[in-house]
Protein backbone atom coordinates (compact mmCIF):
# COMPACT_ATOMS: atom_id res chain seq x y z
CA UNK A 1 0.00 0.00 0.00
CA UNK A 2 1.21 3.41 -0.75
CA UNK A 3 0.02 4.75 3.05
CA UNK A 4 -1.87 7.53 3.75
CA UNK A 5 -1.69 10.33 0.86
CA UNK A 6 -2.50 13.85 1.88
CA UNK A 7 -2.61 16.80 -1.32
CA UNK A 8 -1.34 19.28 -1.90
CA UNK A 9 1.52 18.85 0.02
CA UNK A 10 2.42 22.48 0.32
CA UNK A 11 -0.59 25.43 0.12
CA UNK A 12 -0.65 29.46 0.20
CA UNK A 13 -3.44 31.24 -0.09
CA UNK A 14 -5.04 34.80 1.15
CA UNK A 15 -6.67 35.30 3.98
CA UNK A 16 -10.77 34.80 3.58
CA UNK A 17 -9.82 32.56 0.63
CA UNK A 18 -11.62 28.77 1.05
CA UNK A 19 -9.13 25.68 1.60
CA UNK A 20 -9.85 22.35 0.36
CA UNK A 21 -7.03 19.39 2.10
CA UNK A 22 -7.48 16.04 1.05
CA UNK A 23 -6.64 12.29 2.33
CA UNK A 24 -6.89 8.80 1.45
CA UNK A 25 -6.64 6.65 4.48
CA UNK A 26 -4.65 3.20 3.67
CA UNK A 27 -7.16 1.15 2.46
CA UNK A 28 -9.11 -1.41 5.00
CA UNK A 29 -8.43 1.19 7.74
CA UNK A 30 -12.08 2.29 9.55
CA UNK A 31 -10.32 4.94 11.71
CA UNK A 32 -9.51 8.43 10.09
CA UNK A 33 -7.96 11.12 11.78
CA UNK A 34 -7.41 14.85 11.01
CA UNK A 35 -4.50 16.73 13.27
CA UNK A 36 -2.53 20.33 13.19
CA UNK A 37 0.43 20.97 14.22
CA UNK A 38 2.30 24.03 14.84
CA UNK A 39 4.59 25.09 17.34
CA UNK A 40 2.70 27.02 19.82
CA UNK A 41 0.17 24.43 19.94
CA UNK A 42 1.67 21.05 19.14
CA UNK A 43 -0.19 18.17 17.80
CA UNK A 44 -3.77 19.24 18.29
CA UNK A 45 -6.71 16.72 17.17
CA UNK A 46 -9.42 18.19 14.99
CA UNK A 47 -11.63 15.51 14.17
CA UNK A 48 -11.99 11.44 14.02
CA UNK A 49 -14.26 9.59 11.78
CA UNK A 50 -14.89 5.44 12.03
CA UNK A 51 -16.43 3.97 9.36
CA UNK A 52 -17.20 7.13 7.65
CA UNK A 53 -18.85 8.61 10.75
CA UNK A 54 -17.60 12.02 12.42
CA UNK A 55 -17.22 10.42 16.07
CA UNK A 56 -15.56 13.24 17.96
CA UNK A 57 -15.04 16.82 16.26
CA UNK A 58 -14.79 18.72 19.74
CA UNK A 59 -11.16 20.04 18.67
CA UNK A 60 -12.44 21.74 15.41
CA UNK A 61 -11.71 25.07 16.44
CA UNK A 62 -14.72 27.19 14.97
CA UNK A 63 -17.17 26.93 12.55
CA UNK A 64 -14.94 28.05 9.93
CA UNK A 65 -13.73 24.41 9.91
CA UNK A 66 -15.40 21.34 8.60
CA UNK A 67 -15.21 18.19 7.20
CA UNK A 68 -15.99 15.41 5.15
CA UNK A 69 -15.50 11.70 4.68
CA UNK A 70 -18.32 11.08 1.83
CA UNK A 71 -16.65 6.96 1.49
CA UNK A 72 -13.99 5.02 3.02
CA UNK A 73 -11.10 5.93 0.64
CA UNK A 74 -11.59 9.46 0.62
CA UNK A 75 -11.81 12.64 3.28
CA UNK A 76 -11.95 16.61 3.07
CA UNK A 77 -11.13 18.84 5.58
CA UNK A 78 -12.30 22.66 4.62
CA UNK A 79 -11.79 26.03 6.07
CA UNK A 80 -13.98 28.79 4.84
CA UNK A 81 -13.13 31.82 5.32
CA UNK A 82 -9.17 31.06 5.97
CA UNK A 83 -7.26 33.22 8.33
CA UNK A 84 -3.42 33.98 8.84
CA UNK A 85 -3.71 31.78 12.48
CA UNK A 86 -5.19 28.69 10.41
CA UNK A 87 -1.41 28.23 9.41
CA UNK A 88 0.01 25.27 10.17
CA UNK A 89 0.80 21.91 8.98
CA UNK A 90 -2.80 19.74 8.73
CA UNK A 91 -2.04 15.74 8.90
CA UNK A 92 -4.33 12.75 7.97
CA UNK A 93 -3.69 9.37 9.61
CA UNK A 94 -5.61 6.23 10.04
CA UNK A 95 -5.82 3.20 11.68
CA UNK A 96 -7.68 -0.27 11.96
CA UNK A 97 -9.05 -0.49 14.62
CA UNK A 98 -9.15 -4.39 16.09
CA UNK A 99 -5.54 -4.61 14.48
CA UNK A 100 -3.18 -5.95 17.07
CA UNK A 101 -2.23 -2.13 18.46
CA UNK A 102 -4.34 0.43 17.35
CA UNK A 103 -1.11 1.75 15.38
CA UNK A 104 -2.23 5.27 13.61
CA UNK A 105 -0.28 5.72 10.04
CA UNK A 106 0.36 9.62 9.33
CA UNK A 107 0.32 10.93 5.90
CA UNK A 108 3.07 13.51 5.28
CA UNK A 109 0.98 16.38 5.96
CA UNK A 110 -0.24 19.40 4.35
CA UNK A 111 1.96 22.81 4.97
CA UNK A 112 -1.13 25.71 5.42
CA UNK A 113 0.24 29.14 4.68
CA UNK A 114 -2.68 31.81 4.91
CA UNK A 115 -1.19 35.21 3.98
CA UNK B 1 -10.09 14.39 29.91
CA UNK B 2 -6.65 12.42 28.95
CA UNK B 3 -3.65 14.16 29.36
CA UNK B 4 0.04 13.03 27.66
CA UNK B 5 2.80 15.14 28.93
CA UNK B 6 6.62 14.80 28.02
CA UNK B 7 9.78 17.63 28.64
CA UNK B 8 10.00 19.61 25.56
CA UNK B 9 13.95 19.25 24.82
CA UNK B 10 16.76 16.57 25.12
CA UNK B 11 20.46 17.51 24.30
CA UNK B 12 22.66 14.56 23.95
CA UNK B 13 26.38 14.02 22.76
CA UNK B 14 26.83 11.13 20.08
CA UNK B 15 27.71 7.98 21.52
CA UNK B 16 24.84 8.79 24.55
CA UNK B 17 22.28 7.57 25.81
CA UNK B 18 19.11 9.21 25.56
CA UNK B 19 15.83 9.00 27.90
CA UNK B 20 13.57 10.53 27.22
CA UNK B 21 10.11 10.73 29.83
CA UNK B 22 6.90 10.78 29.57
CA UNK B 23 3.30 10.70 31.95
CA UNK B 24 -0.04 9.92 30.60
CA UNK B 25 -3.17 10.09 33.03
CA UNK B 26 -5.48 7.78 31.18
CA UNK B 27 -5.33 4.38 33.22
CA UNK B 28 -7.06 2.18 30.58
CA UNK B 29 -4.72 2.37 27.93
CA UNK B 30 -3.97 -0.16 26.43
CA UNK B 31 -0.75 0.04 24.40
CA UNK B 32 1.49 2.83 25.07
CA UNK B 33 3.40 3.96 21.78
CA UNK B 34 6.69 6.48 20.68
CA UNK B 35 5.79 7.77 17.68
CA UNK B 36 9.36 9.83 15.63
CA UNK B 37 9.10 12.72 13.91
CA UNK B 38 11.47 13.80 11.37
CA UNK B 39 11.62 17.45 9.64
CA UNK B 40 9.08 18.24 6.92
CA UNK B 41 7.39 14.59 7.57
CA UNK B 42 4.32 12.70 9.72
CA UNK B 43 4.54 11.00 12.66
CA UNK B 44 6.05 7.33 12.56
CA UNK B 45 5.36 4.34 14.90
CA UNK B 46 8.97 3.87 16.50
CA UNK B 47 8.16 1.11 19.11
CA UNK B 48 4.95 0.30 21.29
CA UNK B 49 4.39 -1.43 24.46
CA UNK B 50 1.43 -3.38 25.75
CA UNK B 51 -0.17 -2.29 29.09
CA UNK B 52 0.76 -5.41 30.87
CA UNK B 53 4.68 -4.91 30.20
CA UNK B 54 6.89 -3.14 32.02
CA UNK B 55 9.41 -3.16 29.39
CA UNK B 56 10.08 -4.05 25.84
CA UNK B 57 13.39 -3.92 23.87
CA UNK B 58 14.05 -3.28 20.19
CA UNK B 59 17.56 -2.65 19.32
CA UNK B 60 18.78 0.17 20.42
CA UNK B 61 15.61 0.91 22.25
CA UNK B 62 14.35 0.73 25.55
CA UNK B 63 11.15 1.28 26.45
CA UNK B 64 10.23 1.33 30.15
CA UNK B 65 6.94 1.24 31.45
CA UNK B 66 5.84 2.18 35.04
CA UNK B 67 1.74 1.55 35.47
CA UNK B 68 1.56 2.60 38.91
CA UNK B 69 3.03 5.60 38.68
CA UNK B 70 1.85 6.11 34.71
CA UNK B 71 5.13 6.47 33.30
CA UNK B 72 6.66 5.59 30.16
CA UNK B 73 10.19 6.28 29.07
CA UNK B 74 12.22 5.22 26.01
CA UNK B 75 15.92 4.92 25.90
CA UNK B 76 17.82 5.07 22.90
CA UNK B 77 21.25 2.94 23.11
CA UNK B 78 24.65 4.69 21.07
CA UNK B 79 22.59 8.14 20.08
CA UNK B 80 23.04 8.54 16.61
CA UNK B 81 23.12 12.14 14.67
CA UNK B 82 20.20 10.17 12.44
CA UNK B 83 18.26 10.12 15.97
CA UNK B 84 17.38 13.99 16.22
CA UNK B 85 13.82 14.48 15.60
CA UNK B 86 10.44 15.25 17.42
CA UNK B 87 9.76 11.87 19.50
CA UNK B 88 6.12 11.80 20.53
CA UNK B 89 4.77 9.84 23.70
CA UNK B 90 0.86 8.50 22.80
CA UNK B 91 -1.42 6.23 24.52
CA UNK B 92 -4.61 5.20 23.29
CA UNK B 93 -8.24 3.98 24.47
CA UNK B 94 -11.17 3.19 22.05
CA UNK B 95 -9.53 3.63 18.69
CA UNK B 96 -8.50 7.51 19.73
CA UNK B 97 -4.78 8.30 20.87
CA UNK B 98 -3.73 11.01 23.25
CA UNK B 99 -0.77 12.83 21.79
CA UNK B 100 2.12 14.21 23.95
CA UNK B 101 3.66 17.29 22.74
CA UNK B 102 6.69 15.45 22.03
CA UNK B 103 10.22 16.49 23.25
CA UNK B 104 12.61 17.31 20.58
CA UNK B 105 15.96 15.20 20.65
CA UNK B 106 18.95 16.88 19.21
CA UNK B 107 22.16 14.65 18.98
CA UNK B 108 25.73 16.79 18.58
CA UNK B 109 28.30 15.06 17.17
Known amino acids: DAGVIQSPRHEVTEMGQEVTLRCKPI?????LFWYRQTMMRGLELLIY????????DSGMPEDRFSAKMPNASFSTLKIQPSEPRDSAVYFC?????????????FGPGTRLTVL | GEDVEQSLFLSVREGDSSVINCTYT??????LYWYKQEPGAGLQLLTY?????DMKQDQRLTVLLNKKDKHLSLRIADTQTGDSAIYFC?????????FGDGTTLTVKP
Open chain 2, 90 to 98: ADTNAGKST
Open chain 2, 49 to 53: IFSNM
Open chain 1, 93 to 105: ASSERGSLTDTQY
Open chain 2, 26 to 31: DSSSTY
Open chain 1, 27 to 31: SGHDY
Open chain 1, 49 to 56: FNNNVPID
